[in-house]
């Protein structure tokens, strides 16, 4: 089993920083081929290179850096070009939702920091959400990525200053782990499990999915993710990870 690495900036024989802890768990199992590519002259000038080149063909799993829709499928089609098949294929659908109270993000962030409304209350009119539209991609500037979501915005319960979130990986329709996500004490409640297993049907090879309990106890979904692009717990243990992950494709 491959898994694709973004490498170094300036070296494509070295894992890029952020990837180390992974990388180095991956190369601790027999089962599993760490490959890199770079990043940047990939996004920049559209070429492909991996090291090793020595690699064998088949599965692959992408551990990386954010892709824009073409920019996924420029990669999934010239890695099939070597032989190589990423286990998680392109499937868009667009969702239309209304909601009561609502935040806007991009594909991937809110923005932080700045004096943006973190919230909007229904009815809004056009003129005042175009300027907020507008303010939030003024904001966002060059990280901007993908289109503007409207996005329904909840209450979480707090256990001091943290919010009680998890995080779960989803690997060919099995539970792959499940951590915590935003800091909070171990002893905070964690999901219910028939909750858990609830999600792990949906239409993706490998995917995650945030949970985040409310005000009033009760849990809900707060997104789902591509699990190629999507971060690590603060907690997690990386090896563990891995390892599970073997046995799931064994």
């Not at 081929?33 to 090793?52: A, C, H, T």
């Not at 966002?140 to 979480?156: A, C, H, N, S």
């Not at 028939?194 to 106890?217: C, H, R």
Request: negative net charge.
């Amino acid at each position: 089993m491959l898994i694709l690495f973004a490498s170094d900036y300036f070296d494509i024989k070295k894992v890029d920083d952020d990837y180390v802890a992974e990388y180095e768990a991956v190369s601790r199992i027999p089962e599993f081929k760490p490959i890199l590519y770079n990043y940047d002259e990939f996004i920049n000038n559209k070429q492909l290179r991996l090291y090793p080149d020595n690699f064998y063909t088949g599965e692959c799993l992408y551990r990386g850096w954010m892709l824009t829709p073409e920019q996924y499928t420029a990669l999934y089609s010239k890695l099939c070009e070597k032989g190589i098949q990423l286990i998680t294929s392109i499937d868009w659908q667009l969702v239309n939702n209304t909601f009561s109270r609502f935040m806007i993000k991009d594909a991937v962030k809110s923005v932080k920091g700045h004096d943006f409304p973190s919230s909007f209350e229904t009815p809004v009119i056009a003129n005042e959400m175009n300027v907020h539209v507008e303010n939030f991609r003024n904001l966002r500037d060059k990280l901007l990525t993908g289109g503007i979501l409207l996005k329904e915005y909840v209450d979480f319960k707090k256990y001091g200053n943290n919010t009680n979130e998890y995080r779960a990986f989803y690997l060919k329709n099995h539970l792959l782990s499940l951590s915590r996500n935003s800091n909070q004490p171990d002893t905070c409640p964690i999901p219910p499990q028939i909750f858990i297993e609830k999600w792990a049907k949906l239409p993706s090879n490998y995917f995650t999915v945030d949970f985040g309990e409310l005000e009033n106890g009760q849990w809900i979904v707060i997104e789902t993710g591509d699990g190629q692009v999507s971060g690590l717990s603060p907690m997690q243990f990386v090896f563990k990870y891995y390892d599970d992950m073997r046995l799931i494709f064994n």
